[in-house]
Structure formats: C-alpha cells, structure tokens
C-alpha cells in the first residue's frame, strides 16, 4: 500500500474549499484552513479580508476512508485521495475538498532542464511567501528566474516540535526538484532568508509529500 494513503499523510495544514470553489480568484475569496496535529485534534481558520482567524478547535478520526471532524458538530466525509495535493471530501449534503494549495492542477509539470539547474545551482532563486503570520501557516514556494514569469513550483507547512526541532512537510507542484535541492531550499531560502537565520532551530525534518522521502539536516547558524 502507498504510504500516501496512510492516515499520517492527512497531517499538517490544508486549504478546506467547496468543489466550485472559484480558484482562479483563490486568495481574494472567503476560505478555510484545517490543521491536522498527530495527537488527533484540528483547528479551524477562516480566512476574510486579508486576516485570518481560529473560528473552532476539535479532534478527528481519519482511517484511510473516512474522516470524522468533532467541534461544534460532528461532520463526516468520504475521502478520495485524488493526488497528493487534492483530497476530495464527500459528505451527506455537500463536497468539499482539502488542497496543499490553491492551484488548479491536473498533473504536475516538468521542469525545463535550464530552470531545474538553475535552481539546482540557485536555491534562492525559488523565494518563500507567506501570507499570515503564527503557526499553521501554508507558505508558497516561488521560483524567480532571472528572465520570464514567476512560477510557483511548492508549498509547505512547518511543525514545531520540542528540543528545537522542526517538521516541514512539502508538497511539490512540479516535477523536476530533486529531494536535496529542497532541503537547500528550505534551508537556504526560508530558514536563512525568509525567516532571518533564527537562533532556536536544530534539527529539520523534511518529508516530501508525493513519495513520502524524508531528509533530515541540522541547522546551525554560524557568528
């Protein structure tokens, strides 16, 4: 069995969106967050206007083919796990789905040989944005070439977790970054520049959410 089926992949922050949602307007519409936390609980954000805000909290049961929400009511989907970035939900009266990110995407494409060297060479090339501020964020991972358009080629969310450590779970949306180009990535582009070289992370757990690879660095800042 594919560990994408898993009750573990279900972890970590989702864009939770109805079916018709409009995507080509994404971040200007009304829209939810879940996080998913291993010890069985979830949060909820809403997402108006430019804020976002926890509106309930909760625990889940997700094994694989159904996933249960318990917080002011108890709601149950049906999951179809349409890829690794978009999961469909069923429920009695109405679809939802969960997305890594809000992208309308059939299959991931493959990079150009030239722009997977150069972010190969140039990590930084690929910049982080994140939109909200505190924990369970969803932040984008967008690569800048030097000439043409801007392309988002990711999407990650970070868990703290005690003794410095850190769970940083990617979701690639295309194909052609190689596992140890993402760890440079994370370490180079947000750890160093996104976030300023913070003094209170150690070890970094990266888990590539299409193939379930993991790689694991110590960070250290160095002066």
Same mark, same amino acid.
């Given at each position: 069995? @594919?560990?994408?089926?898993?009750?573990? #992949?279900?972890?970590?922050?989702?864009?939770?969106?109805?079916?018709?949602?409009?995507?080509?307007?994404?971040?200007?519409? =009304?829209?939810?967050? +879940?996080?998913?936390?291993?010890?069985?609980?979830? =949060?909820?954000?809403?997402?108006?206007?430019? @804020?976002?805000?926890?509106?309930?909290?909760?625990?889940?049961?997700?094994?694989?083919?159904?996933?249960?929400?318990?917080?002011?009511? =108890?709601?149950?989907? *049906?999951? *179809?796990? $349409?890829?690794?970035? *978009?999961?469909?939900?069923?429920?009695? $009266?109405?679809?939802?789905?969960?997305? %890594? #990110?809000?992208?309308? +995407?059939?299959?991931?494409?493959?990079?150009?040989?030239?722009?997977?060297?150069?972010?190969?060479?140039?990590?930084?090339?690929?910049?982080?944005?994140? *939109?909200?501020?505190?924990?369970?964020?969803?932040?984008?991972?967008?690569?800048?070439?030097?000439?043409?358009?801007? %392309?988002?080629?990711?999407?990650?969310?970070?868990?703290?977790?005690?003794?410095?450590?850190?769970?940083?779970?990617?979701?690639?949306?295309?194909?052609?970054?190689?596992?140890?180009?993402?760890?440079?990535?994370?370490?180079? @582009?947000?750890?160093?520049?996104? +976030?300023? $070289?913070?003094?209170?992370?150690?070890?970094? =757990?990266?888990?590539?959410?299409?193939? #379930?690879?993991?790689?694991?660095?110590?960070?250290?800042?160095?002066?």
């Amino acid at each position: 069995m @594919s560990s994408r089926f898993l009750p573990e #992949a279900i972890r970590g922050v989702w864009f939770y969106v109805p079916e018709d949602f409009d995507m080509e307007r994404g971040h200007e519409r =009304t829209r939810q967050q +879940l996080a998913f936390r291993l010890d069985g609980g979830f =949060t909820r954000y809403q997402i108006k206007n430019d @804020s976002r805000r926890a509106i309930e909290t909760g625990d889940y049961t997700y094994d694989g083919n159904f996933l249960i929400l318990r917080g002011r009511n =108890t709601d149950t989907f *049906r999951v *179809r796990q $349409k890829n690794h970035w *978009r999961w469909d939900l069923e429920g009695k $009266k109405k679809e939802q789905r969960l997305l %890594r #990110a809000l992208v309308d +995407l059939d299959t991931p494409e493959e990079l150009s040989a030239s722009a997977a060297r150069d972010i190969r060479i140039l990590p930084l090339r690929v910049q982080i944005q994140g *939109r909200y501020k505190g924990e369970d964020t969803i932040f984008e991972a967008i690569y800048k070439p030097a000439e043409g358009e801007s %392309r988002l080629v990711g999407s990650f969310f970070v868990e703290e977790h005690p003794g410095q450590k850190r769970w940083v779970g990617i979701t690639p949306l295309v194909q052609g970054i190689e596992p140890a180009t993402w760890e440079r990535i994370i370490e180079d @582009s947000f750890l160093d520049l996104f +976030l300023g $070289k913070p003094d209170d992370v150690g070890v970094v =757990t990266l888990r590539l959410l299409d193939s #379930a690879e993991s790689r694991v660095f110590n960070y250290k800042v160095s002066g």
